[in-house]
């Protein structure tokens, strides 16, 4: 059970790695994931569960012992990433398909992911949860209302549509596994190990079905793409990190607000793509590549803040008093 328990681990903390590989086999044998994308909602609503699944009561106390912190993180969350997208966009004058993908990456809420990466860059978790959960929370609202008014000048957005698509996907099966999680209690904890185990496999194949599904587009705009996600990913995380030190956030802290701001639930941003832009098909694209992405950038800046950490604290350690 315990080698269980470490593969599980292994694996949660290496999602990035772990999507790539699929990733490029996806690519080269599409036959094998290509069915994937007919169940992306379903995927992405197992992934919400296992989140809920994980969700104790104590960490809502993260919204009431740091609300600084977390009102910070959430305005930047919804603000800096759906504005950088519009910038990105009208800056470098993104085809109609690319524009509504870019813009739903940048309106989704923090990921799962941002927790783990918080946890490699030793930066406080339990704000990242929370920031994770409140802002996932209120996803039903912000994100079908922030892409309605970027997006809008480009495509029409249903927004009853999209508030429906989010809430399935998101908030009920969140809720769910909030609800299970209270129900077994301490059964529960005997598993909980287990639970991101699911995450992860729903992840990998909702992005795994996407890459199989555009070969073609990605052999023709894959680069571009890349670039856009990159350029976005890596600006989120900057004025994240710039945002809570000019509140004068602590180091822990300010670590965990630039990754939550810079990480998104890009799966949520593909699964809307499929439900309400399938007129657009380049609108999945983004998000599957942003999902690879950003896991690769998260690890690097989590090293590079991990490092930063034990410098601070090596310095701020009293020097010996020579005799």
């Not at 802290?253 to 810079?262: D, H, N, Q, W």
């Not at 604290?313 to 020579?322: D, F, L, N, R």
């Amino acid at each position: 059970m315990k080698k269980i328990e470490q593969a599980i681990t292994c694996l949660t903390r290496y999602i990035g790695v772990v999507i790539i590989v699929f990733s490029v086999i996806a690519f080269f044998v599409p036959s094998g994931f290509a069915w994937a994308t007919n169940y992306t909602s379903w995927f992405l609503g197992a992934a919400m569960f296992g989140m809920g699944l994980t969700i104790r009561v104590e960490d809502f106390r993260a919204v009431f012992t740091h609300p600084k912190e977390i009102i910070i993180g959430c305005v930047a969350q919804y603000t800096v990433m759906p504005l950088v997208a519009f910038g990105l966009a009208v800056l470098l004058k993104l085809p109609e398909d690319l524009v509504v993908g870019v813009i739903l990456v940048g309106c989704c809420p923090g990921g799962t992911a941002s927790n783990v990466i918080t946890y490699i860059a030793d930066g406080d978790v339990s704000l990242s949860v929370g920031m994770t959960i409140v802002s996932t929370l209120l996803a039903p609202v912000m994100t079908p209302f922030l892409t309605y008014w970027l997006a809008g000048a480009w495509v029409d957005v249903s927004l009853k549509a999209m508030i429906i698509s989010v809430t399935k996907v998101i908030l009920v099966p969140v809720l769910l596994g909030i609800v299970v999680h209270r129900i077994l209690g301490r059964k529960m904890e005997k598993v909980s190990s287990m639970v991101p185990l699911i995450s992860v496999v729903a992840i990998v194949m909702i992005i795994a079905g996407i890459v199989a599904s555009n070969v073609d587009k990605i052999l023709t705009c894959g680069l571009l793409v890349l670039g856009v996600v990159m350029l976005h990913n890596v600006f989120g995380m900057s004025l994240g990190l710039m945002a809570a030190r000019i509140f004068r956030v602590d180091y822990t802290k300010a670590t965990a607000i630039a990754i939550e701001v810079g990480m998104q639930n890009s799966g949520l941003a593909v699964s809307l793509a499929t439900a309400n832009f399938a007129a657009n098909p380049l609108a999945t694209l983004p998000g599957a590549i942003f999902s690879v992405w950003h896991n690769i950038s998260g690890s690097v800046f989590a090293s590079f803040r991990r490092a930063g950490k034990e410098r601070r604290q090596i310095a701020s350690q009293p020097k010996a008093v020579q005799s």
